[in-house]
Nanobody, 127 residues
């Protein structure tokens, strides 16, 4: 499994960015996909997750209403649309994948639950 994250950059506060995570290597219908972020000097934190089959999703309270996770099945790509960005959103954003999801699988918020990780893309929000 390979995860290729892209779309990061420098944006002013209040602006928008869309991150992409291109997944390859197998069929992802039984996967949970997620975005995490890690700011300098801080621990990695869950941002959003989505079940590839069915599309149910979860957003962290810190980004709810501003960020939206989605997936494009034909393109095997997961997106994170980020609006109303704040300086505190500055971080390296990572996409992750967890295999073996079923109808009853919850979207885990702990990074240790995920099997595969992308390389990260830097988002910098200036004030």
């Amino acid at each position: 499994v390979q995860l290729q994250a892209s779309g990061g950059g420098l944006v002013q506060a209040g602006g928008s960015l869309r991150l992409s995570c291109a997944a390859s290597g197998r069929t992802f219908s039984n996967y949970v996909m997620a975005w995490f972020r890690q700011a300098p000097g801080k621990e990695r934190e869950f941002v959003a997750g989505i079940k590839w089959s069915g599309g149910s999703f979860l957003h962290a309270s810190s980004v709810k209403g501003r960020f939206t996770i989605s997936r494009d099945t034909p393109k095997n790509t997961v997106y994170l649309q980020m609006n109303s960005l704040k300086p505190e959103d500055t971080a390296v954003y990572y996409c992750a994948a967890k295999s073996g999801a079923s109808y009853y699988t919850v979207i885990h918020t702990g990074g240790n639950e995920y099997d595969y990780w992308g390389q990260g893309t830097l988002v910098t929000v200036s004030s």
